[in-house]
């Protein structure tokens, strides 16, 4: 009873094994890509990107109209080599909004993906919205009313706790 139990397990496992050995070396011979990350996934226009790529293990090219330079070499990752990982530069004069990647590898197999990162406008920069010419009549106003309050509140509060203490 015990040996069949054994040599039945010993079948199973080298049916998975003989399955599992040609799909093994097709994936050796023929490699596509199967799936690409860019981070981060938002990012400002100039601003760099890394873009990992399943199935290329003997590297991949990348290009995205939101790319700096037309084309991103891309070298394997990790002791699987599965992996393909590399940098890309955004155009700093890229449009705000979605962005796709396409990744060939060196066999010739390509993967789209689609708003694989999105493009944000950049922020003004300098007075950060201020006025360079100093606080308008408005502003004047509304802080000397808040000064005001305070000052009269405060005044209020003082002369309540003052009456307590007396009684």
């Known amino acids: 009873m015990r040996s069949t139990r054994a040599l039945t397990a ?7 094994l003989g399955l599992a050995a ?6 050796g011979m023929g490699e596509s890509p199967s799936h690409i990350v860019a ?15 399943d199935g290329c293990f003997t590297g991949a090219t990348a290009t995205s109209r939101g790319f700096e330079s037309p084309a ?9 080599g599965q ?11 890229a449009r705000p909004g979605s962005y ?12 789209t993906r689609d708003s694989a990162f999105t493009v944000i406008g950049g922020v003004r920069g300098g007075l950060g919205g201020a006025s ?10 509304i802080g000397g009313g808040l000064v005001a309050a305070a000052v009269v509140g405060g005044g209020i ?3 309540r706790r003052r009456t307590e203490r007396r009684l």
């Open 157 to 159: 509060f003082w002369l």
């Open 72 to 80: 991103s070499l891309f070298s394997p990752v990790g002791r699987s």
């Open 132 to 141: 360079s010419t100093g606080a308008t009549p408005t502003d004047m106003a």
């Open 83 to 93: 992996l393909s990982s590399g940098t890309a530069r955004v155009s700093r004069s």
């Open 22 to 27: 040609p799909a093994a070396v097709a994936d």
């Open 100 to 111: 796709s990647i396409t990744v060939r590898c060196r066999n010739g197999s390509l993967l």
């Open 39 to 53: 981070l981060p996934s938002v990012i400002a226009r100039g601003g760099q990107l890394t873009v990992t790529v």
């Open 10 to 16: 010993a079948v199973a496992a080298a049916a998975v």
